[in-house]
């Protein structure tokens, strides 16, 4: 695992942080990060994920910055929640952040205009998007409420902001997550825990290669005032920023990470 993140060491000693999602190539980055931050990792993914997600966990732990685990379970069931959180506790001994990275983008599969959408197609995308994000902090604030407050940070998408077409789905999903952030955010902030949302351009990576054409692709890349292909790494900084001790008084806030390509 190269490390091009900014990924501070020390920086996060003794914090224990729930990534969900935690396979792909965007959360893989936010995992071995945190680690190399000093924190313990509580990976989780899909129990189709579960081999991945186990290598990826010895290896993080092999580079011998933060231990890590893998948890298998699926966003959208309660008790799977409540695994991944009871083993943070009783691994890593609590839960001080929560990164809900996980949702359905390159399994949405070919892009095809609203009108083609069907009712499930939609339900599927929401259901994992928007609630999965919501029941994964509702599992989380318990424990973090223990420890006296905690970090939430949701990942959501430039495309909230810009549209895109071909998977009106998602954008809305996205933009919903916005929503959530900002009422998480009044709720949960009586308890010491601050909920951001990070939202990133699109990124090159396998994901999206398999859903955009190499124009699509150049063409991002060409619109941003830093004009190249945006790597996972490149969202990594802000992620552990928002769940570090120097964002305590920032809540309820999107940072947008696209290389300046949409604005405010």
Not at 22 to 50: H, K, M, N, Q
Not at 81 to 88: E, N, S
Not at 128 to 154: C, D, F, L, S
Request: glycine letters at 12%; proline letters at 3%.
């Amino acid at each position: 695992m190269e490390d091009r993140s900014s990924a501070i060491p020390g920086m996060l000693t003794g914090q224990t942080v729930i990534v969900t999602g935690a396979t792909g190539e965007i959360g893989a980055a936010y995992a071995a990060a945190f680690a190399r931050s000093g924190a313990d990792v509580l990976a989780t993914d899909l129990p189709g994920a579960r081999d991945a997600g186990e290598a990826l966990a010895a290896k993080i732990t092999a580079e011998g910055h933060g231990r890590a685990v893998f948890v298998p379970g699926d966003v959208t069931d309660d008790s799977d929640l409540a695994d991944v959180v009871r083993t943070a506790q009783e691994r890593f001994g609590g839960v001080d952040a929560l990164v809900n990275n996980a949702a359905l983008y390159q399994a949405i599969g070919t892009k095809r205009p609203l009108t083609e959408l069907t009712n499930a197609d939609w339900d599927r995308v929401l259901t994992v998007n928007v609630r999965g994000t919501w029941q994964a902090i509702k599992a989380a604030v318990p424990a973090m409420r223990e420890h006296g407050g905690g970090r939430i940070v949701n990942i959501a998408s430039t495309v909230a902001r810009s549209g895109a077409s071909g998977f009106a789905h998602y954008v809305a999903s996205k933009a919903a997550v916005e929503g959530l952030t900002r009422a998480a955010a009044r709720e949960l902030g009586q308890y010491g825990i601050t909920v951001n949302a990070v939202a990133p351009g699109l990124v090159d990576d396998e994901a999206s290669r398999t859903l955009n054409s190499g124009d699509y692709l150049a063409q991002a890349a060409g619109g941003r005032s830093i004009s190249r292909g945006m790597r996972p790494d490149d969202l990594v900084g802000a992620v552990l920023w928002l769940c570090s001790p120097s964002s305590g008084f920032i809540s309820g806030q999107t940072l947008i990470v696209d290389g300046g390509q949409v604005f405010g």
